[in-house]
């Protein structure tokens, strides 16, 4: 099934597809496990994590065993981390941050560097810096119908920055993703019930089209399979529109 998924090219000369899987709906050690080891033998390639929920040294146990096995090539597979400190304050300017991960592309430690959460300003400014030697390959940011960010992530369209949908479906959620969810807005109830598919992946595809990345959360294989079923069919431009329409610029 991995072959569904499309992927998109970054600055750095990678690929990256388009759908991976979040695992930040996971809190237990052993729960983030068995998802990421049911992901990637049902075709997810694509493995988003970050150190503020400590479960990384899990995710790598779990995906080393399925390499040893030789169930997966680590080649085969985009790991993404992000090092994240967000409730402690630091004087540290970014680009000298953003200096200091160009210096681990050059040693060969990591293939393609980014940030997250980062507005327009803030792209501008590692844009514009002196001595720059890679742009951001990817900006990983919260869109929902109803945080569409189509001011940044055309802005990162136009620069070779790709985008990064997290928490996708926002209060939707994963655990929720039936196509009758109360929790949906109206309008992408009936776009999903006009398609024959959930809310949720609606909300996916129309993250797709967009020409952004989105790496839903899971916490059983019911949710995985879901969400990797939006590559047979394409959302009209009216649907497409409607569910911008609901755009509000909040979570």
């Known amino acids: 099934m991995a072959d569904r998924i499309p992927s998109m090219r970054l600055s750095s000369g990678y690929n990256m597809p388009m759908l991976g899987l979040g695992t930040n709906n996971c809190s ?25 929920h400590e479960t990384q040294q ?14 997966i090539k680590r080649e085969e597979l985009f790991i993404v981390t992000k090092e994240t400190e967000r409730t402690k304050l630091t004087t540290t300017d970014f680009l000298d941050t953003w200096r200091a991960m160009e210096k ?17 300003q803030q792209l501008e400014r590692i844009l514009k810096m002196d001595g720059l030697k890679y742009k951001p390959a990817n900006n990983q940011v919260e869109i929902t ?19 990064t949908g997290c928490e996708p479906c926002g209060t939707l959620g994963q655990t929720n993703i039936s196509k009758d969810s109360h929790s949906c ?25 967009r020409g952004y ?7 059983n ?20 529109q409607a569910i911008k329409a609901l755009d509000k610029d909040t979570e």
């Open 28 to 52: 237990k050690v052993s729960e983030v496990g068995n998802i990421v080891r049911t992901a990637i033998q049902i075709g997810y390639r694509y493995i988003d994590t970050t150190s503020v």
């Open 58 to 71: 899990e995710i790598g146990v779990t995906i080393k065993q399925l390499i040893n096995d030789g169930r």
């Open 104 to 120: 681990l592309v050059d040693k060969g430690l990591v293939r393609s560097i980014g940030v997250s959460n980062f507005n327009k």
């Open 145 to 163: 119908p109803s945080l569409c960010q189509e001011e940044l992530l055309q802005f990162s369209l136009q620069n070779g920055i790709s985008t």
């Open 185 to 209: 807005q109206e309008p992408i109830v009936a776009i999903a019930n006009k398609y024959g598919k959930s809310a949720a992946q609606v909300i996916l595809r129309w993250g797709i089209q």
């Open 213 to 219: 990345a989105v790496v839903p959360g899971a916490t």
């Open 221 to 240: 294989t019911f949710c995985l399979v879901q969400s990797m079923d939006i590559f047979n069919f394409e959302l009209c431009k009216d649907d497409m």
